[in-house]
C-alpha cells in the first residue's frame, strides 16, 4: 500500500486514510522537498 495507514474509506473519488502522528511527520518530512510544479505533473499523470 503506498498511501500506508488504516484506511478507512475507499472510493472512486478519493481515498482517506488514518495516520499515526509519527507516520503524518515522515509524510510531511518526504513531502517538504517536493515543489508545487512537481506535485502538478504528478497529479496531472493520474488516469481518471
Known sequence: MILGGVQV????DY???L???DRVR???DAM????REALKAGY???DI
Open 32 to 35: 517538504a522537498g517536493v515543489g
Open 44 to 46: 496531472d499523470c493520474i
Open 26 to 28: 515522515d509524510v510531511a
Open 15 to 17: 481515498i482517506v486514510s
Open 9 to 12: 474509506h475507499e472510493g472512486d
Open 19 to 21: 495516520l499515526t502522528p
